[in-house]
């Protein structure tokens, strides 16, 4: 079965940065792709942007161009999202889902935590 | 970039009764390979968010009949013929045609 698994929660320093891990399983990780989507405490679904696992093509959200990098590792079907110059308002849960063109298959959340 | 308006933004329905979220975009979703690129994912309370419907009306594996979507362009609506307890959440709309764009939510609860 499809599963995308998440890296654990964090929790950073303004400035800082972080990267959340989305390990896959079940299906052939370079046939789709990921999205990545964020949500606020309280707030509602924030799409970041997308990468291709077939070839690395990505696509990001325009308010986070230049602080964000998805990237894939194919030979352990994971994805990567690192956020820099981490602020206070980018404290969200972060999850992957598994793209073709619907998102179909979600991970867990990833709890991000920006706090002096 | 597409916008997307949900309304309402809460609803409260009695079980077994109907319900009925909309959903606008500010451009349309019909792409020229003839497809709508409409979705309608639910967040239950504590859960990450699930696939319902998608391309405007197509239900997702596992999902049960009660649970229906219609529209093109850029109107769309998601109706659910008989609420249960289970259906309780936060139901959002996203355009694929262009990136991808969340409606604000509609949170559903029951009386």
């Known amino acids: 079965q499809v599963q995308l698994v998440q890296s654990g929660a964090e929790v950073k320093k303004p400035g800082a940065s972080v990267k959340v891990s989305c390990k896959a399983s079940?299906?052939?990780?370079?046939?789709?792709?990921i999205t990545w989507v964020r949500q606020a405490p309280g707030q509602g679904l924030e799409w970041m942007g997308w990468i291709s696992a077939y070839n690395g093509n990505t696509n990001y959200v325009q308010k986070l161009q230049g602080r964000v990098t998805m990237t894939t590792d194919t030979s352990t079907s994971t994805a990567y999202m690192e956020l820099r110059s981490l602020r206070s308002d980018d404290t969200a849960v972060y999850y992957c889902?598994?793209?073709?063109?619907?998102?179909?298959?979600w991970g867990q959340g990833t709890l991000v935590t920006v706090s002096s | 970039d597409i916008v997307m308006t949900q309304t309402p933004l809460s609803l409260s329905v009695n079980p077994g009764q109907p319900a009925s979220i909309s959903c606008k975009s500010s451009q349309s979703l019909l792409h020229s390979d003839g497809k709508t690129y409409l979705y309608w994912y639910l967040q239950k309370p504590g859960q990450s968010p699930q696939l319902l419907i998608y391309e405007v009306s197509s239900r997702f594996s596992g999902v049960p009949d009660r649970f229906s979507g219609s529209g093109s362009g850029t109107d769309f609506t998601l109706r659910i013929s008989r609420v249960e307890a289970e259906d309780v959440g936060v139901y959002y709309c996203m355009q694929g045609i262009h990136l991808r764009t969340f409606g604000q939510g509609t949170k559903v609860e029951i009386k």
């Open positions: 889902a598994r793209d073709d063109q619907l998102l179909d298959y």
């Open positions: 079940g299906y052939t990780f370079s046939s789709y792709g």
